[in-house]
């Protein structure tokens, strides 16, 4: 069964950075699709971006690109987020998920437990 | 990117009743559709891909349709546990787009 774990909860103050991580288990990390997505308090699912472990190349939603990196540690099998210029719409919460298949807009099948980044001052 | 518009944005409904949820796309993406769904606190749980494919473990009771623009999430018989907000996303696609959400409440 495959599991992700995310990191715990982070408080930040605008204009720095976050980076939230996710452990991957029970399956084979570098064949799918992970992309984060985020959810804003009372909002709706937003995604952020994606990476192919294998291939290592991310993708980045339009909304976010300058500002935001995905990476992946094949030999620990863990997906990075790394969030910078925090600004207060920024307090989400992030999500890990895995694709069913290598495209990065397939459906996802499995989804981390969600960490919740909170920007203020 | 493709819009995805769901409706309603909520619907109240007895345990029995039989819920739709309708899902349209700003431009045809065949049956690359999934629907998501998502409870307070928690990660949103994949239903249906494909359009019209049940999620392994999901209870029968939980049905999709449609293809192009159109889609349609039915639970046939609500159950006190299917309360909870449920979500379309188009996988034709980069970016994955999903709707707003529907809140289905208890009346």
């Known amino acids: 069964q495959v599991q992700l774990v995310q990191s715990g909860a982070e408080v930040k103050k605008p204009g720095s950075s976050v980076k939230v991580s996710c452990k991957a288990s029970g399956d084979t990390f570098s064949s799918y699709a992970m992309s984060w997505v985020r959810q804003a308090p009372g909002q709706g699912l937003e995604w952020m971006g994606g990476?192919?472990?294998?291939?290592?190349?991310?993708n980045d939603a339009q909304k976010f690109q300058g500002r935001v990196t995905i990476t992946a540690d094949k030999s620990t099998n863990t997906l990075y987020m790394e969030l910078s210029s925090l600004r207060s719409e920024d307090t989400a919460v992030y999500y890990c998920?895995?694709?069913?298949?290598?495209?990065?807009?397939?459906?996802?099948?499995?989804w981390g437990q969600g960490t919740l980044v909170t920007v203020a001052s | 990117d493709i819009q995805m518009t769901q409706s309603p944005s909520s619907v109240s409904a007895s345990v029995g009743d039989r819920v739709t949820i309708t899902c349209r796309a700003s431009q045809g993406i065949a049956s690359w559709l999934a629907w998501y769904q998502q409870k307070p606190g928690k990660a949103p749980k994949l239903l249906i891909y494909?359009?019209?494919n049940l999620q392994s473990g999901v209870p029968s009771r939980f049905s999709g349709s449609g293809s192009g623009t159109d889609f349609t999430l039915t639970i046939s018989s609500l159950q006190p546990e299917d309360f909870a907000t449920y979500y379309c996303q188009q996988a034709s696609s980069s970016p994955p787009t999903f709707g707003q959400g529907t809140k289905v409440e208890i009346k």
């Open positions: 494909a359009a019209s």
């Open positions: 990476i192919i472990p294998i291939f290592g190349t991310a």
């Open positions: 998920a895995r694709a069913n298949n290598g495209y990065e807009y397939s459906p996802f099948e499995y």
